[in-house]
C-alpha cells in the first residue's frame, strides 16, 4: 500500500507491506485521518518520545529505527477480517477506533508502533472490539475528529469540572479547540481563549469561546480577570513549550486547577513556592477513557459539537510531508485530512 | 520583653520592646511555641521568600530590614485586651490560634511580620476572634502542636484522600509525621513512610505508619507495591529539596496523586512528559482552613491524634539559636518547643 512513512527521523512517501489482520483483527481501508501536533513531536524528538514512554511504564514501545506508518485521528472502512473474528458489521461499514489494537504481544498503539500501520496509509489493521460504527449521515471527515475531540473532552473531566468554575483555554491549537468544544458541550461560560494567531482565535470564538484575546496585546490572565472575577480558575495549558508552566503558574489565581494537557518533550523548570503559595494543582492528562471516545462521536453525530470549522485542509499521502512542514507554522491551518485513497 | 530576633537574616537574642494591643486585639503571655522548618528556611532565604509571597499574591510581606520575632506554632496564655476586645476569655486562659492576625493595615502572619512578634518571645498580640481556648486538661506542649498538626490534616484533605487509596509518605520531618497523624486518624491502611534518619522512622512508627523504609536499602516505591499492589496512589512529598519533585514522578505509579508538602524555596526541574504519560496530578499545599485548624486541636485533646512523641526537646528564648543549628541535622530532633519564661 501507498503510505506516509516515518523513516530515521524524516517522512517519506512510499510503498509498504500491507497489513495482514490477525486473530480477532479487522481489515480497514482509511477513508480520513488527521495529522496530529503529537507526530510533528514524534517525528522531530522520537528518542525522547520512547524514552519517556519506557520510563513512564507504557507497554508499547516503537523502534524508531524500523519504519512507522503514523495516523491515531481516522475513520476507516471494513473490508475484511482475519481468523476468530465475530465479524460484527458488515464489509463497506464505516467505523472509528481507539488508536489501540491488542496484538499478540500485547497492547500496541495504532500509528504509533512498527506493527499497526495508522491513518496516514491506505490500509490498516484494527482490532474488532474497538470499532464504533459511524452512525448513518454523518460526514467521514467529522468521524475522524472523534479523536482529537475526545482529547478535550478527557481535559475537562480530568479538571473536575463545575458549573460555577471559569475556564481559560491558554493555546488554540487543535486541543485547545478540542478543550474549549467539551467545556461549551458542558455550558461553562464564560470561556476565555488566547493565542497569538489570528486565524486559531477566529476558530476559537466559533468553537464556543465568549472572550478570545491575542496574549500579544493583552494578558490571557487579565482577560480572565475581566470576565470571571473571582470564581475559582481552571486554566489548560494547551501549548506544551518550556517555561509555558512557570508563566501559567505565575499568573494563575489562589487555588486555581492547571490541566496540563500541552505536550513539553523537553525538560521544564517551575518555582515550587510559587505553587505552594497559591495553592495550585497541576493535572497532567493524556488520551481518553473508551467512554468518552465513544461519547465523542456521539455528541459530534447528534451536532452538539460542530466540527466543520475545524477542517482547513484535504490532502493525499503524496501531500504529508509538505504539510508537516506547513503545520509547523500555526496560522494558516487547524486540522488537515489526509485521504490516502484520494 | 526577650525574645529570639531574625535580624538581618541572623538569629540573635534580644530585650525588644513589649507588644501593645490595639482594637479587638489580646495580649498573650506564650507558654510554649514550636520551631518549625519553616523559620529554618526563612531565615537562610528571607528574601526569596517575601519575593515568591509578593509574586504569589500574599497579602502581607514582612521587611526583612527589620526585626522580626518568628514563632507561629504557640499555646499561650491570656493576659490583657485591647480596646473594643469582647474579652470572652478571661486572663488567664490557655489559648491556641491560627498565626494571623487582622491588623489595621489587613492580615499579618503572627511571626512573619514586623509587626506582630511570633512565640519565640515572651509576648504576642493576637486577633480575639481567632482564639481557641484549649481544653480543659490537654497539656500546653500539646495543645502548641495543633498548628503543625494542622498542617498535615490540609494536606490529606486537599488529596482528596478515600478509603481505598494507599498513601506513601516522603520525608519524616514534623510535616510528614503530622501527615502520617492525619492518614491514621481517617484509618489509611497500610501507610508507608520514608525517610534516611532511623530517629525519624521510629517516629513515623509511633505515629502510624505500618511500612517504614531507610530509602538507602529499600526504594520507597518498592515498599509501597508490595504493601499496596495496585490500589490508587496518594504521594506526600514532605522534604522540598530541588530534584525529589522529579524522582518523586519518576517512580510513581500511573494516576497518582502528588501532594506537595515540602517547602522548596529554590528553582525545580521537572519532565512534563513524565507526568503526561502517567496522568500524575501535583497538589501543592499551604496551611490549613479554620475548621481543620480547630479540627485538629479537638482531635489532639481526645487523644485521636498523640503528639506526645513528637516533642523531643525544651529550650528558652536563649536556646533558640542553637536550636537552629541543631535542626540542620534531622537526626535526633523532631519538634522542640521554646519555652520563653523558662
Redesign the interface.
Known amino acids: 500500500m501507498r503510505a506516509a512513512v516515518m523513516r530515521h527521523s524524516k517522512l517519506v512517501v512510499d510503498t509498504v507491506p500491507d497489513p495482514e489482520p490477525g486473530p480477532g483483527e479487522v481489515l480497514v481501508k482509511t477513508l480520513a485521518c488527521g495529522i496530529c501536533g503529537s507526530d510533528l513531536h514524534a517525528l522531530e524528538h522520537a528518542d525522547?518520545?520512547v524514552e519517556?514512554?519506557a520510563?513512564?511504564?507504557?507497554p508499547f514501545l516503537m523502534d524508531v529505527t524500523r519504519d512507522i506508518v503514523m495516523g491515531h485521528e481516522f475513520c476507516a472502512e471494513v473490508v475484511d477480517y482475519g481468523p476468530g473474528a465475530m465479524k460484527a458489521h458488515a464489509p463497506g461499514t464505516r467505523v472509528v477506533s481507539m488508536p489501540l489494537a491488542m496484538g499478540p504481544g500485547g497492547l500496541q498503539g495504532v500509528g504509533y508502533s512498527n506493527d499497526y500501520p495508522g491513518g496516514y496509509g491506505e490500509l490498516m489493521k484494527l482490532s474488532e472490539l474497538f470499532l464504533i460504527p459511524v452512525p448513518n449521515g454523518l460526514p467521514t471527515e467529522h468521524a475522524a475528529l472523534t479523536e482529537p475531540m475526545a482529547v478535550g473532552m478527557h481535559a475537562v473531566a480530568?479538571s473536575r469540572f463545575e458549573q460555577w468554575d471559569a475556564p481559560m483555554v491558554i493555546g488554540c491549537g487543535p486541543v485547545g479547540l478540542a478543550v474549549i468544544a467539551a467545556l461549551k458541550l458542558r455550558g461553562a461560560e464564560p470561556i476565555v481563549a488566547a493565542d497569538f494567531s489570528p486565524t486559531r482565535r477566529a476558530l476559537a470564538a466559533k468553537m464556543g469561546a465568549h472572550v478570545v484575546v491575542d496574549p500579544a496585546q493583552t494578558p490571557a490572565i487579565e482577560a480572565w480577570r475581566e470576565a470571571a472575577g473571582a470564581r475559582p480558575a481552571v486554566i489548560f495549558e494547551c501549548v506544551?513549550v518550556p517555561g509555558l508552566?512557570l508563566q501559567v503558574m505565575?499568573d494563575a489565581?489562589?487555588e486555581a486547577r492547571v490541566v496540563?494537557a500541552g505536550?513539553?518533550?523537553e525538560?521544564?523548570?517551575?518555582?515550587?513556592?510559587?505553587?505552594?503559595?497559591?495553592?495550585?494543582?497541576?493535572?497532567?492528562?493524556?488520551g481518553y477513557a473508551p467512554d468518552e471516545f465513544a461519547g465523542t462521536l456521539t455528541a459530534i453525530a447528534e451536532g452538539k459539537i460542530d466540527v466543520a470549522p475545524l477542517v482547513t485542509s484535504r490532502i493525499g499521502v503524496g501531500g504529508v510531508p509538505a504539510a508537516f512542514e506547513e503545520l509547523a507554522n500555526p496560522e494558516g491551518q487547524a486540522k488537515i485530512l489526509v485521504e490516502p485513497w484520494r
Chains 1, 2 share one sequence.
Open positions: 525522547k518520545l519517556s514512554a520510563e513512564s511504564g507504557v480530568k506544551g508552566l505565575r489565581p489562589r496540563v505536550v513539553c518533550m525538560e521544564d523548570r517551575i518555582r515550587p513556592m510559587i505553587g505552594i503559595n497559591k495553592e495550585l494543582s497541576l493535572q497532567f492528562v493524556l
